[in-house]
């Protein structure tokens, strides 16, 4: 099959894919509620006046990086090209971005804005990076984030290729101790970036890619209102610190399945304002396990709902299922079900922790997040000699219903 018809059918599925995939959590809501633009984020884009050039004039939805200059050698700035073919293919309904195989694309921090037509993919089949350490970041760019996508509603970010974060010189910046070899202290993050965020978007699907080695959460979505994680594999060493494998906060009607997640902090972490969260088939190794949390800090209101965990295999790692708020805080989790998880060599295997603290001199307080409506079943496997199977911190203050 020739170049021009690889393409070409690659456009022709991504626009039925793009039909038929949102179907779970992608609830029909037009409209963003406007929080404001934060500091660093563009307003919305508009349309370029000049219409886009296609990689191929026989395949006007496709975009390949490389024809709009990306060198793709692992050592050539390539952000250029991969604005430059995101404003083309974002331009036309059904564009598809297309990063070829066989190549490693470096880009800078970069913010990648909507609006887009309807049908936008995002393909990646080669290997896409940011530079390598602090010391190679670019003056000017935000050290908290990597790869934002803002306002692309109806968007898909999917490939056979791999997202590689470069981040072993970020985990070794000596501002925050975590724990190393034998008991030891090593030193660790500072503002070190997030690798991917998705920020106010609405019915979004993450499908198929490799993350590896983020500098620090892999996979963050803020915001947003259907969301589908499908099939993904994030990939970063046990020792790795602060490095989520997917970070949801302020985000409802999320699902996420047949994913591997190995990493150094919490497999899936769930922020504060999420609801409808479900979270089937997914493996967790060496990390901190599934948390809900942590909420309530600095006295804040933290609402979580209707959170489902199934059938997850959860392995070496230092805690099992989670919840942790701090005292002082306000709000409710309520309507968390985990069932038919198996764990392997786990520390703690189920925990509420509502004196959640990183230092021993946090004070009691009288007010905490009120926790209601939480039930295990068929939770099964083995478990560090050092903890019990099931350990639970619950303040005198908190009216809490634990159902087991």
Same mark, same amino acid.
């Given at each position: 099959?020739?170049?021009?018809?690889?393409?070409?059918?690659?456009c022709?599925?991504f626009?039925?894919?793009n039909?038929?995939?949102?179907?779970?959590?992608h609830?029909d809501?037009? *409209?963003?509620?406007?929080k404001g633009?934060?500091?660093?984020?563009?307003?919305?884009? $508009?349309?370029?006046?000049?219409?886009p050039i296609p990689?191929?004039?026989?395949n006007?939805c496709?975009f390949?990086?490389?024809?709009?200059g990306?060198v793709?050698?692992?050592?050539t700035?390539?952000?250029?090209a991969?604005?430059?073919?995101?404003?083309?293919?974002c331009?036309?309904?059904?564009g598809?971005l297309?990063a070829?195989?066989?190549?490693e694309?470096t880009?800078?921090?970069?913010?990648?804005?909507?609006?887009?037509k309807?049908?936008?993919?995002f393909?990646?089949?080669?290997?896409?990076m940011?530079?390598?350490?602090?010391d190679?970041?670019p003056?000017?760019?935000s050290?908290?984030?990597?790869?934002?996508?803002?306002?692309?509603?109806?968007m898909?970010?999917t490939?056979?290729?791999?997202?590689?974060?470069n981040? $072993?010189?970020?985990?070794e910046?000596p501002c925050?101790?975590?724990r190393?070899?034998?008991?030891?202290?090593?030193?660790?993050?500072?503002?070190?970036?997030a690798?991917i965020?998705?920020?106010?978007s609405?019915?979004?699907?993450v499908?198929?890619?490799r993350?590896q080695?983020?500098?620090q959460?892999?996979?963050?979505?803020?915001?947003?209102?259907?969301?589908?994680?499908?099939?993904?594999?994030i990939?970063?060493?046990?020792?790795?610190?602060n490095?989520d494998g997917?970070?949801v906060?302020d985000?409802?009607?999320?699902g996420i399945?047949?994913?591997?997640i190995a990493?150094?902090?919490?497999?899936?972490s769930?922020?504060?304002?999420c609801s409808?969260?479900?979270?089937n088939?997914?493996?967790?190794?060496?990390g901190?396990?599934i948390?809900?949390?942590?909420?309530g800090?600095?006295?804040?209101?933290?609402?979580v709902?209707?959170i489902?965990?199934s059938?997850?295999?959860?392995k070496?790692s230092?805690?099992?299922?989670r919840? *942790?708020t701090?005292?002082?805080?306000?709000?409710?989790?309520?309507g968390?079900?985990f069932?038919?998880?198996?764990?392997?060599?786990?520390k703690?295997?189920i925990?509420?922790?509502?004196?959640?603290?990183?230092?021993?001199?946090c004070r009691?307080?009288t007010?905490?997040?009120?926790?209601?409506?939480v039930s295990y079943k068929?939770?099964?496997?083995?478990?560090?000699?050092?903890?019990?199977?099931?350990?639970t911190?619950?303040?005198a203050?908190t009216?809490?219903?634990?159902?087991?």
């Amino acid at each position: 099959m020739g170049i021009a018809r690889q393409l070409l059918f690659i456009c022709v599925i991504f626009s039925l894919s793009n039909v038929e995939g949102r179907t779970h959590f992608h609830k029909d809501k037009s *409209k963003h509620t406007d929080k404001g633009t934060p500091v660093g984020l563009p307003p919305e884009s $508009e349309s370029p006046a000049d219409p886009p050039i296609p990689s191929d004039p026989n395949n006007p939805c496709v975009f390949d990086v490389t024809s709009f200059g990306a060198v793709g050698d692992g050592s050539t700035d390539d952000t250029e090209a991969f604005t430059s073919a995101w404003k083309a293919a974002c331009a036309v309904e059904s564009g598809v971005l297309y990063a070829p195989a066989d190549y490693e694309f470096t880009i800078t921090s970069t913010i990648f804005s909507g609006p887009c037509k309807p049908g936008f993919v995002f393909q990646l089949d080669g290997v896409l990076m940011p530079p390598s350490g602090p010391d190679c970041w670019p003056e000017g760019d935000s050290k908290k984030q990597w790869l934002v996508f803002y306002r692309v509603d109806g968007m898909t970010f999917t490939g056979s290729g791999t997202i590689e974060g470069n981040g $072993e010189q970020w985990w070794e910046l000596p501002c925050k101790p975590h724990r190393g070899p034998n008991g030891s202290t090593l030193p660790g993050p500072c503002d070190s970036p997030a690798l991917i965020r998705f920020f106010m978007s609405v019915n979004v699907e993450v499908i198929g890619l490799r993350i590896q080695n983020s500098p620090q959460f892999h996979l963050k979505f803020d915001g947003c209102e259907g969301v589908l994680i499908e099939d993904l594999s994030i990939d970063s060493p046990a020792l790795s610190p602060n490095t989520d494998g997917i970070h949801v906060q302020d985000t409802k009607y999320v699902g996420i399945y047949n994913s591997m997640i190995a990493n150094g902090d919490d497999c899936i972490s769930i922020g504060p304002g999420c609801s409808d969260v479900d979270i089937n088939n997914v493996t967790c190794l060496h990390g901190h396990g599934i948390s809900i949390g942590s909420l309530g800090v600095h006295n804040s209101q933290a609402c979580v709902s209707n959170i489902s965990v199934s059938n997850t295999y959860i392995k070496d790692s230092d805690n099992g299922v989670r919840i *942790k708020t701090w005292q002082g805080g306000m709000g409710s989790v309520a309507g968390i079900r985990f069932e038919n998880i198996e764990m392997d060599n786990v520390k703690n295997c189920i925990i509420i922790d509502q004196y959640y603290c990183f230092t021993k001199g946090c004070r009691n307080e009288t007010s905490a997040v009120y926790v209601s409506d939480v039930s295990y079943k068929n939770i099964k496997g083995t478990y560090d000699v050092r903890s019990p199977p099931s350990y639970t911190l619950l303040p005198a203050a908190t009216q809490s219903h634990v159902q087991i």
